[in-house]
C-alpha cells in the first residue's frame, strides 16, 4: 500500500507542471517511505544479514558484487542499513596506490544510513536513528579527544597499518573467508557494522542522500580552510585541484570570508564549478611556462595568506608551499597520500611560512557532523552542488571510471 502510494505520487510528481519539485520532494518521500519499511524490518536484530555489497578482491582489480554475510553488533557496536554512499578518491587511493595488503577488502566510507540494531553497551544510539558512519573516531575519554588542539582520537580504525599490525576483527563475510572494513566503515555494503564511537547520529529531518557527503570529502575540505588554516576575512588563498575536497575548501574560504580565491587546476572546465563555490579567479598551470608557484607568487605581490593542497601529489605539496607569502603565510595538506617522502629546503620555513595538515577538516567527528548537517538544513552549506552523478551499487565500477577520467565531482550509489 505504501509503496502503491509512492509510485503514484511520484508520477505525479515528474508530470508538468511538477517537475520542478521533483527532485526535493522525492528525497523527503524516499526517506519516510524508508523509514516505515525499514521499521518493519527490525526483527533481522541480533541475526545475521546476507546482503549485497562490492568486495575489492584484490589490487587493481574491479570490484565485484558478491552477497555478503553481515555479523549482529557486539558490545559497543551498531549495524547499520546504508541508504545512499559515495565514491570518494580515497577509495581508489586504497584500490590502485595503496601498499598494505588487505585484501580481500569493502571498500566505502562516505554515507549515511539507518540504525538497524545495536549491540551490548550502545546508549546514544538506537534503531532507526539516522546516522552518518566515519572513518575518524571520537572516543571522547583519550588524550587527544579530551585536548581542544586536535580531532585524533587513539581509538580510530587503523588508517595505516604498520608491520606486523594485527587486523581488527571485521564483522562481514564472504564466501567463507573474512572481508577487511575500509576504516572501519565498509559502505559499498547494504548493511554494515561499525563501532558505536565512529557513528554520529544526525537531525532526523535531513536527506541522507545529500547528508552524506559530509562524512569525508567535504568535511575535509570545508574544516581545512575554517578550522586548521583558519583563514581570515579579506585574505588571499589558493586552492590546489578542484575535486569534492578542492571545492569545499573554496566554500570554506569563502565562508571565512577570504577576498581572493585562486583555484589551481589543470582541467578548466572545473572553473564553473568552482565559482559556484566562490572562486574569484582560476589558474592553469598548462597555460605557463613557469612553476605554478612563481604565477602565484607574481599574481599576489609576494604570495598567498593561505593554500590548500588537496590532491595527495608531494611536487603540487611543495609547490602549495612555496605559493605562499613569507612571513605568515600557511600552507595546509589535505590529499591522501602515504607513498612518498616530502621535502622543502629549511629556508621556506626559516621564513616564516607554516607547513601542515589536515585529516578530516579537524572537526571531531561525532560532535563535528551533526554541526555540518544543520548548517546545511540552514542553507549555510552546499551539497547538492557536488552530487554530478547518481547510479546503484551494481555500476560502482563505472563511478570508479568517471573519477579516474575526471568527469564527476561526487557519485552516490544507492
Known amino acids: 500500500m505504501i509503496l502503491h502510494q509512492y509510485i503514484r505520487t511520484s508520477a505525479s510528481l515528474f508530470s508538468p507542471p511538477n517537475s520542478c519539485l521533483a527532485a526535493a520532494v522525492l528525497s523527503q518521500l524516499f526517506s519516510g517511505l524508508f523509514s516505515l519499511v525499514f521499521a518493519a524490518k527490525m526483527a533481522t536484530a541480533g541475526k545475521v544479514i546476507k546482503c549485497k555489497a562490492a568486495v575489492a578482491w584484490g589490487p587493481k582489480q574491479p570490484l565485484v558484487i558478491e552477497e555478503v554475510e553481515v555479523a549482529p553488533p557486539q558490545a559497543n557496536e551498531v549495524r547499520i542499513k546504508i ?13 590502485s596506490e595503496s601498499e598494505e595488503d588487505t585484501f580481500p577488502v ?10 538497524e540494531s545495536v549491540g551490548p553497551g550502545v546508549t546514544e544510539i538506537q534503531p532507526g536513528d539516522k546516522v552518518i558512519p566515519v572513518f575518524l ?6 588524550r587527544f579527544c579530551k585536548s581542544p588542539k586536535t580531532n585524533q582520537c587513539d581509538k580510530t580504525w587503523p588508517l595505516i597499518r604498520l608491520p606486523g599490525m594485527a587486523l581488527p576483527d571485521s564483522r562481514i563475510t564472504c564466501k567463507g ?9 565498509s559502505t559499498f555494503s547494504e548493511y554494515t557494522v561499525v563501532r558505536q564511537m565512529a557513528v554520529a547520529k544526525i537531525d532526523p529531518t535531513a536527506p541522507l542522500d545529500k547528508v552524506c557527503l559530509i562524512s569525508c570529502g567535504v568535511s575535509t575540505g570545508y574544516g581545512a580552510a575554517v578550522n586548521t588554516a583558519k583563514v581570515e576575512p579579506g585574505s588571499t588563498c589558493a586552492v590546489f585541484g578542484l575535486g569534492a575536497i578542492g571545492l569545499a575548501a573554496v566554500m570554506g574560504c569563502k565562508a571565512a570570508g577570504a577576498k581572493r580565491i585562486i583555484a589551481v587546476d589543470i582541467n578548466p572546465e572545473k572553473f564553473e564549478k568552482a ?4 572562486a574569484t579567479e582560476f589558474v592553469n598551470p598548462n597555460d605557463h611556462n613557469k612553476p605554478i608557484s612563481q604565477v602565484l607568487v607574481e599574481m599576489t605581490d609576494g604570495g598567498v595568506d593561505y593554500s590548500l593542497e588537496c590532491i595527495g601529489n608531494v611536487e603540487i605539496m611543495c609547490s602549495a608551499l612555496e605559493s605562499c607569502v613569507k612571513g605568515w603565510g600557511v600552507s595546509v595538506i589535505i590529499g591522501w597520500t602515504n607513498l612518498r617522502d616530502i621535502s622543502t629546503r629549511p629556508i621556506q620555513l626559516i621564513a616564516g611560512r607554516k607547513w601542515t595538515g589536515s585529516l578530516f577538516g579537524g572537526f571531531k567527528s561525532r560532535d563535528g557532523v551533526p554541526e555540518m548537517v544543520k548548517a546545511y538544513l540552514d542553507k549555510k552549506l552546499k551539497l547538492d552542488e557536488f552530487i554530478t552523478h547518481n547510479m546503484t551499487l551494481d555500476q560502482v565500477n563505472d563511478a570508479i571510471e568517471l573519477m579516474k577520467q575526471g568527469k564527476c565531482i561526487r557519485t552516490y550509489l544507492i
Open 137 to 142: 573516531s571520537q572516543c571522547k575519554e583519550c
Open 106 to 115: 569493502i571498500l566505502g566510507h562516505e554515507a549515511a544510513g539507518i540504525v
Open 83 to 95: 541508504v545512499a554512499t559515495s565514491l570518494c578518491r580515497s577509495d581508489m587511493y586504497y584500490l
Open 177 to 185: 573467508k573474512k572481508v577487511q572494513q575500509l576504516a572501519g566503515t
Open 275 to 278: 565559482k559556484v563555490f566562490g
